[in-house]
Structure formats: C-alpha cells, structure tokens
C-alpha cells in the first residue's frame, strides 16, 4: 500500500519521490536543497510498454537495435535546470492500460517560444481531459502576464492515474494527477469539481518556480513552497473566476480546517522547531496559513512592490534551496523605500503559533473625525506581531463608501486611527477582504447588532458584506434556538436578505449571500454544549421564515435563471455559467422549504422534479435529487421516482453510483437510517470499497441531524459497523469511532449516548491497535478495558477456508447478520 519510491498499480511503473521517496529507488542524498541537473534513460518491451516517461526534454527515443533485445525500445531526457530528487518523475504504461494522449501547444506571447502540452489518460475518455487542458494554459498565461515568469522546458505532460492516492504531485514537467482531478464532463462532475480542478491543475504548474525551481533548504520550511504557491493559485483563480467566491471559499476552509488546528493545545506555527513523522508538515497550517502571510506581503507592499519581491527571490534562489527568511529577505530588499525595519517584525508571523485577536471600538466627533482603536493579542513571544488591517468607511445616512479602502498597519498591542474631514458619523467596514487571518472581535465583547446588519446590506466589500449576512443569520438562529423574541433581529434579517435578493450583484456572490451558515459552522462556533436537534430544528425554521416571506421574489428570480435555460445547448463550463446555476440551486433550495402542507408539498416536489427532467449537468440533476431525497408526505412518490431515476444514470455513468449511496445516506427525510441499513444490502454496494464505504457509511455521520437522533439509533447504527470494520480496516474503524469520541462537544443527553457506544467498543475483546489508541485517548478513565488484544491473526483453518470459498464466505456472513445493523454484499 506504501507507493513511495518506484511502484506497480493497475499496468503502471510510476515514481512518487517526495519527501524522501527517491532514496527508496537508490543511494542519494535525499534532500530537497541537494539539486542536480539530471538525465535518464528508460528501456522497456515495446509491445508491453510503449510509453516511457521521465522529466525533461525528449532527446531521443527508438529501438535498442541489438538482436538480443528483442522488441526492445528506450527514450532519453534530459532536464537542464538543477532540481531536487523529490521532484524527480518517471512512469512506464503498460499496453493493458490503454494510455492515450491529447496534445496541444502553448506560445508565449513575450518571447515566442511555443511548449507542446500533453495530458495523458484513458484513450477512450480523452475528451474528458480537455477542460485540464484549458486549465494550464489559462495558469501558464497567468503567470507570465503577472509576473514574467515563463516554462522553461519543451514540454508540460500531466498523467492522470487511478491509483494516485495522494490527489497530484509537482514532478518537474510531469505531473501525476489522481484521475479524478483531471477528467471531468458535465454529465459526471460538478461544477464544484471543475472548479477544484482548476484550482489544481494551476497549483501543480506553478510549483515550476515556487517549489522546483526554487525550492527549499529543508523541510522545516515547507510552507515557503506550499503557502507560496496556495496563495499563487488562489489569485489566479480570482483572475480567471469570480474574486469574491475565492475569497469566501478560501478563507471558509482556512476557518474550518487551520482555525481547528490554532486551537489545538499542541498548535503549532508555520515553521516548526520538529516534528514527530515528516508527514506530520503536511499541515492546514502550512498550506493555508502560509498562503495567508504570503497574501499580507502583498496587502502590505501592494501589487506592484510584492511582484517586485518575488521577482528578486526568484532571480536570487533559482536552482538552490531557499528559506522563510530568505524569502522575506527579499521582499524588504525589493521595497526598501516601503518598509522601515526590513520587514523583521513581519517575520514574527513564522515562530508564532495560534490565530491572533484584534479588537476594535469605535467613535465620531461633531469635528468630522472619526476614531479607531485597534489592539491585538497573540502568543508571539517577542512582541507585538505586524497585522494589516483593511478599512473602508460607509457613511451611516446614505449607505455610500466615504473612505475607500485603506491599509492600517497594527504593529504595537494597541494603536489608535483617526479619519478627519468626514461629513456625518460612518459606520467602519474592518478587516477587509479579511486582510489577516486574525479573529475580529468588538472590544465591548458584543458588536452592534445596528451596525452588521448596515454592513450586510451597504457594504461595498463583498467578501465583508457576506461576512455580516452570516453574522445576521447566526444571530438569528440563536434567538429562535432559545426561544427567544426574534422580531427585531428577524426584521434586519429580512431587510438583508431583500437588499440581497433585489440587487445587481453578480450571481456568484449572491448565491453565497443568501445561504444560511451550514449545521456544521454553527456546531463549530458554538459555545455551549450543542443539542443537535435544537441546532437543525432552528435552522430549518430560519430557512423556512425567509423562503415563505420572500416567496414570490425567489420564485421570479428562479423562473428568471430558468427561461430558455434548455435551449442554449450543451452545459458550458465557464465560470458566468457556473455561477448562475449556484444561484438557481440556492433559490430552488428555498422554495423546496415552503412545504407546510400537502399542497405546498406536491408544488415543492414538481417543481424540483421539473428541475432534475430539465438539468443539462449533474450539478443540476444532483442538487435536484438532494431535495428530492429529503422529501416526504404527498412528495415520497417523487421522491421513490427521482430515486430511480438518478439510479439509470448511474447505469450509464457508473461513477455516479457513490453519489447515488451518498445522497441517499445525507437525506433529511425522517427514515434516512432505515434507508441507510437497506442500502448495506444493496447488490451493489461494495462494503470493503472505501469510497462506497465513505459514501454510505462516513456519509451518514455527516447527516448530523440524524446521527445524532435523541433516540440514539445513529450512535448504535455506527458503533455496531465500527465492531465490524475494525477487523478488516482499521482506518475506517478509527473514522467512525472517531465521530462518537467528540462527545465532550454535546450536551449531557446525547454525551452520555456516545460514550455509552464507545465503552461497548473498548469492551471488544479483539480491537485493532488504531482503535483501541483512540479509545484510551476517548476515555482515559477507563485504560485498562481500552488495551488493545494486539492484531488480529485469522487462524490458520480460517484462512485456509477463506482461500476455498471467498465470496461464498463473506456472503454466508453478510446472511448472519441482523438487518440493523449489519452491512456489506462485497
């Protein structure tokens, strides 16, 4: 399962050398600031290997010519720029593998010079490589007009392969991408997919000079290659999408996943001091917490004086290992004339672990002066950290932006900002596009509920302005969780959504403006201990306020995005096109929620059900069925019917098939487990295939509503398959019981639930080693039930009895188990 160094999968001979793989080929001193310039030659059998490649130039490929060889033919390439071995690419395709390749040129227009393209794959699909390749050549034209920064080889190759589980990997001028982040069509990906793909693709071409090219002394320093180059491919994909959908997505994971990891008790900073296992760099922190202090180079210098700095690191650093330091070395270098202490305390932003805190008051004078108090806290050791701060200011009468917006840089504990010249009081839009990852906070501990819902209807940033609708729906989520009296708060809501609904934006950031914050943000943010039924039943009823209030606006605005939405052909794939069909779906979602009676019940089920008939994609006919899966009452016809009908096109289009289990298990239809324990026994569900599995299985658990049902029967459904699965798949077992050991986070009801499934699954007298780890780590109080017995060894008879009859085996067992509960026909 290790595919380090050189391996075999599925016809291929492939390399996989980073961090230290390629000294598991042969003797090398295997350190990422070890650069050589490199040459290979590959011989193979013809007619059971016709294709060899390596890094590099082709400088001759043929026959071997000699009698003895046979068949035999080889290719050389040569790559003339010193790279480091962990970069070093080679794979070999068998006949059987069907390899075939689309091919393109890319010239540059500054010099020129044209570069062959080639995306390799399945040589029946090679139209499914074809956005892939549009996809590179919008990265290679990006970097070139943003920062001079040509391709330096004849050729760019990218080779998508089923078996590359680690997602795409760098290899210099041969990239190796897991199938699914190359080939995509409409009718088998969703937009979301095509936007990762995007995002991947430009990531991994332009490693060439942040990561190949210029690489890193040691590992320690990975996010000077990683963060440098997340943050390159996230403004390339504001340049070629949709900048505030950038944004939000981006700064979404950076809370969801860094955030988590800054909370942590053994948090740490970007550029550690050690590490127990190297895998251990591969980190939220260093990839997206890096990109954001890459980013604060650029809020602090500004264009201009940050492509400056990287053009000096690239010109110093080319074929050598660089570090942090050298990277903000030559940031301060190419901008003397903009910083004043060579950018040292920035760099304090590298030893310092945990997410920051700026706190913010506010204040207006009959003057025209308006006053800004900013103070920070952290647990940087050597002072206060250099923080930039981006502010506007709306005037508080007319809405308009009266200062534009303007970086403050916060470099002591507490500094105070004055605007003079105003005409009326302003009301501040702080943190800007968020310009640090930081955590704002009112310095009186509550912002003015006043003031937010201002910001989500005025503000000219979006990313702010979408920033302050969630902070409107959050609040009035909380009122109705505890039955508080909504009315005012529920008012602001309305008139924000409105302005919203009513207004010009584009479709992208619309379609973001009016979703709710999900189940999983709000248990996230929580700060009591969650009651899950509580969180989703109050959600839902804030979803169906606003659905039923502004009713006919998101009936027309649907309708709008509807007309002729069948006659324009073939789904395009570019971004506007993208955009409107997240907008359409969010207003479907809606209107699927007025659904109080049978009437509005059989509107809500036609209308959705028109929705998939019609939907030219799979993001429309899958979102369609989500909604329809969730159905009941008068709308279970149309929800059976839908279900068999996303079932064909899973005939057509077997990858469907997962989604198919998938969406069926995320159901909010109130017998989603009973349909879930039905489906374990579907034929064609493989309980030992992991994304079936992860599917069916996983996918329940991110059902929070019925996971964590007050009846407990999500908690017993998943600890009962925990027993079974640790037996033959002990990551998936931790997975699962994983989900139960966050008890601490829930009230005492459903706490007591969960511990309750994990003191039966220490009580197992066999358990793998990975299990019985998180159970001891679950619960300490009980260490000596938690031990492990050691792994399982199947007993030889067993064994013997297994090799006789595999399937009629594991089917016997299936048969044995009781229908709640048991799962798996392959």
């Avoid at 720029?81 to 395709?93: D, E, N, V």
């Avoid at 502004?550 to 995005?561: A, I, P």
């Amino acid at each position: 399962s290790n595919l380090e160094g050189l391996h075999y999968r599925d016809g291929f001979w492939a390399t996989h050398c980073e961090s230290t793989g390629f000294s598991k080929i042969t003797y090398y001193p295997d350190r990422p600031d070890n650069t050589a310039i490199w040459s290979v030659r590959i011989e193979a059998d013809r007619a059971a290997y016709p294709t060899l490649l390596s890094n590099g130039n082709l400088i001759e490929a043929g026959d071997c010519g000699e009698k003895e060889d046979g068949g035999r033919h080889y290719a050389v390439y040569h790559d003339p720029h010193p790279k480091p071995s962990y970069i070093f690419g080679l794979l070999i395709a068998g006949a059987e593998t069907d390899l075939g390749c689309l091919e393109d040129t890319y010239r540059s227009d500054a010099t020129g010079r044209e570069v062959t393209l080639r995306v390799y794959g399945n040589a029946g699909r090679l139209h499914r490589l074809a956005f892939a390749m549009d996809s590179l050549k919008r990265a290679m034209k990006w970097e070139e007009e943003t920062y001079g920064l040509e391709y330096d080889l004849d050729t760019y190759t990218i080779v998508a392969l089923k078996h590359f589980s680690i997602g795409a990997m760098e290899n210099k001028g041969l990239n190796f991408f897991h199938e699914d982040l190359v080939a995509a069509d409409p009718a088998t990906t969703t937009d979301v997919t095509y936007d990762l793909i995007e995002k991947t693709v430009a990531h991994e071409y332009l490693h060439n000079w942040t990561g190949n090219r210029c690489t890193v002394r040691d590992w320690f320093e990975m996010a000077l290659k990683e963060g440098l180059t997340v943050y390159r491919d996230q403004e390339f994909c504001s340049a070629v999408g949709l900048k505030t959908a950038v944004r939000i997505e981006t700064v979404k994971i950076l809370r969801e996943k860094q955030f988590v990891e800054d909370a942590a008790v053994d948090s740490q900073p970007v550029r550690r001091e050690s590490y127990d296992t190297i895998e251990d760099l591969w980190s939220s922190t260093t990839y997206h917490k890096g990109a954001e202090i890459c980013r604060m180079y650029k809020t602090i210098l500004g264009v201009e004086g940050f492509r400056r700095g990287l053009a000096l690191y690239t010109s110093r650093h080319d074929g050598s290992g660089a570090t942090l330091d050298d990277f903000n070395r030559a940031m301060a270098d190419a901008n003397e004339d903009l910083v004043d202490d060579g950018l040292e305390q920035f760099a304090l932003w590298f030893f310092t672990p945990g997410t920051p805190t700026v706190t913010y008051e506010h204040s207006y004078d009959d003057s025209g002066t308006f006053t800004l108090k900013l103070s920070q806290s952290s647990r940087s050791v050597e002072g206060p950290l250099h923080i930039p701060v981006a502010v506007g200011l709306l005037d508080r009468t007319s809405g308009k932006e009266v200062v534009p917006t303007t970086i403050l840089n916060l470099r002591e504990e507490t500094q105070v900002f004055t605007f003079d010249g105003l005409d009326g009081d302003a009301v501040p839009s702080l943190l800007r596009d968020f310009s640090a990852p930081v955590l704002l906070l009112p310095a009186s501990g509550n912002d003015d509920d006043e003031d937010i819902a201002f910001r989500a209807c005025h503000d000219t940033d979006l990313f702010n302005r979408w920033e302050n609708c969630q902070a409107l729906y959050k609040g009035f989520h909380e009122k109705v969780l505890q039955n508080e009296d909504a009315g005012e708060i529920e008012e602001r809501v309305c008139n924000a959504f409105k302005s919203v609904l009513c207004s010009h934006m584009d479709p992208s950031s619309k379609s973001y403006m009016l979703q709710l914050p999900t189940e999983f943000v709000l248990h996230r943010e929580s700060k009591v201990p969650i009651n899950p039924e509580g969180v989703h039943d109050a959600l839902m009823t804030v979803k169906r306020r606003l659905a039923r209030k502004f009713k006919s606006e998101l009936r027309e605005s649907y309708d709008r995005f509807s007309s002729g939405y069948t006659d324009e052909g073939p789904p395009k794939t570019d971004t506007i096109s993208r955009s409107k069909r997240a907008l359409r779906n969010v207003l479907l979602d809606y209107l699927c929620c007025v659904n109080d009676g049978a009437e509005e019940q059989t509107e809500a089920a036609q209308l959705a059900m028109r929705h998939f008939d019609t939907g030219t994609c799979l993001t429309d006919r899958l979102f369609a069925f989500r909604k329809l899966v969730s159905m009941d009452g008068t709308a279970s016809d149309a929800k059976e019917e839908a279900i068999e009908k996303f079932y064909s096109l899973s005939t057509q289009h077997p990858s469907l098939l997962i989604k198919w289990f998938q969406t069926q298990a995320l159901s909010d239809a109130p017998d989603v487990l009973e349909r879930v324990q039905s489906l374990t026994q579907h034929p064609n569900f493989k309980a030992m295939n992991a994304g079936f599995f992860r599917a069916l299985i996983l996918g329940f658990t991110l059902n929070l509503n019925a996971f964590h049902h007050k009846s407990g029967y999500g908690y017993r459904f998943i600890g009962n398959i925990c027993s079974q699965i640790d037996r033959v798949s002990p990551s998936l077992s931790v997975a699962l019981a994983s989900k139960l050991a966050q008890r601490q986070r829930f009230d005492d009801v459903h706490s007591e639930m969960m511990e309750e499934e994990l003191i039966k699954l220490a009580s197992m007298k066999q358990k793998s080693q990975q299990l019985s780890a998180l159970l001891q780590s679950a619960l300490p109080s009980l260490a000596g039930v938690t031990a492990s017995v050691g792994p399982h060894r199947v007993p030889r008879k067993q064994t013997q009895k297994k090799k006789k009859g595999k399937k009629k085996t594991k089917l016997a067992r299936a048969k044995k188990m009781p229908a709640k509960g048991g799962f798996g026909s392959g």
